[in-house]
Nanobody, 121 residues
Framework: QVQLVESGGGLVQPGGSLRLSCVVS????????MGWYRQAPGKQRELVAT???????NYADSVKGRFAISRDNAKNTVYLQMNSLKPEDTAVYYC???????????????WGQGTQVTVSS
């Protein structure tokens, strides 16, 4: 069974930092592109950052220079280090695992249950 379990969310003041963790099933830990998405109340879920199996990263413009995604394949864990947090970063953050089957339209995609991040004074 594929599982993604997030942790590390909470309440932080503007300018503060948090680190989110996502422990994933060994079956997908090294074979999938991992990502973090977020969804604020009344808004659509949006990409925050992704990291490929090889370590290439991609970030939303709104978090570039403030957030850093990393993965530790030995621990089956993906991290999101969030610095200089702003109130607009408040959202539920979801861990994502995705793999596209070459030469097909098939994509395997899994989600965690989400962890709340609230940035407020």
């Amino acid at each position: 069974q594929v599982q993604l379990v997030e942790s590390g969310g909470g309440l932080v003041q503007p300018g503060g930092s948090l680190r989110l963790s996502c422990v994933v099933s060994a079956a997908i830990a090294s074979g999938y592109t991992m990502g973090w998405y977020r969804q604020a109340p009344g808004k659509q879920r949006e990409l925050v950052a992704t990291i490929t199996r090889g370590g290439s990263t991609n970030y939303a413009d709104s978090v570039k220079g403030r957030f850093a995604i990393s993965r530790d394949n030995a621990k089956n864990t993906v991290y999101l280090q969030m610095n200089s947090l702003k109130p607009e970063d408040t959202a539920v953050y979801y861990c994502n695992a995705e793999r596209k089957v070459p030469l097909s339209t098939i994509t395997y995609r899994y989600w965690g249950q989400g962890t709340q991040v609230t940035v407020s004074s």
